[in-house]
């Protein structure tokens, strides 16, 4: 740069300075990979000192391609004296998505698009062991799954193997440290069971379904001595079976083809160890 008059003529040229234009906005949060588990996420970025009046928004698959959120929003809605903040109202199911942004006004035009930023939606509550794919003795077993910031309540779906499901419904108050727990309040025959479930606030969304889980039920005892069909030759046998983590106390029934049938209530804490009770009958 120089000055310049007619009378006096031309200055010399000033030093030479360089700068850098860079009109993208910067992206705030969801930060580089963060998982975020809302299926309609918030978006946040810096405001330019121009104040833009509107913003491209768009949301796509990691690596490119058909944009899933392609949304203008306006400045003067969405943004406060340093950052605008805009929450989509689609979907996103769970995956890896980039998002972006671009600025945009008539006096100055559009701005380089953002970086193209990388998350993960995991916004689907996922069931955990020992109700994904375990075994358990209790009828009545506990349902572990992972907790949604977002959710008041939580449906489950508990189908035993052949038969229709049964619904029910859980507050999250039954979450915490990033858990949520609940015993089921129906008993369960031993067998196969699929559930599943699903997160649902009255003021934002329902997530979907979880993928079902297998879960299987083995609550009856195991008998164990003497063998199926066997013989003995001790009139007063000793009856061996595998203990159940929760029972207090067993109810055992012999039948004799003399006597009928004969039952007596025995206590786990008297005849239960390691795992395995015995029962010396005293039926003759």
Do not use: H
């Not at 030093?15 to 998982?35: K, Q, R």
């Not at 006004?105 to 990388?118: F, K, L, M, N, V």
């Not at 299987?216 to 066997?230: I, K, R």
Request: charged letters at 15%; glycine letters at 10%.
């Amino acid at each position: 740069m120089r000055g310049y008059t007619a009378g006096v003529g031309a200055s010399e040229f000033s030093a030479i300075w360089t700068f850098t234009v860079n009109s993208a906005v910067d992206l705030i949060a969801p930060d580089i990979g963060e998982t975020v588990d809302f299926l309609k996420p918030t978006f946040t970025w810096n405001k330019p000192s121009w104040s833009p009046a509107a913003y491209n928004v768009v949301v796509e698959p990691l690596g490119g391609g058909t944009a899933l959120i392609n949304a203008w929003v306006n400045g003067a809605t969405v943004c406060g004296a340093t950052e605008c903040t805009w929450a989509t109202s689609s979907y996103l199911s769970d995956g890896d998505y980039q998002w972006r942004v671009m600025a945009y006004t008539s006096g100055y035009g559009a701005s380089s698009w953002s970086e193209a930023r990388a998350l993960t939606v995991g916004a689907t509550p996922t069931p955990m062991p020992p109700g994904d794919g375990g075994t358990t003795d209790y009828p009545r077993p506990g349902l572990t799954w992972k907790e949604l910031s977002w959710v008041d309540w939580y449906q489950l779906e508990i189908t035993p193997d052949g038969e229709a499901p049964q619904s029910r419904w859980v507050n999250a108050s039954a979450c915490s440290d990033g858990e949520c727990s609940w015993t089921a309040n129906l008993t369960m025959g031993d067998g196969d069971y699929d559930w599943r479930v699903r997160g649902y606030t009255a003021a934002v969304a329902t997530s979907y379904w979880s993928t079902s889980a297998v879960m299987t039920v083995q609550a009856a005892p195991q008998l164990s001595y003497p063998a199926n069909g066997g013989t003995v030759d001790d009139p007063k046998p000793d009856l061996t079976w595998g203990a159940l983590s929760w029972a207090e106390s067993y109810l055992v029934e012999v039948y004799d083809s003399g006597m009928g049938l004969t039952s007596r209530w025995v206590a786990a804490a008297d005849v239960c160890s390691g795992g395995s009770c015995s029962y010396t009958t005293a039926f003759t």
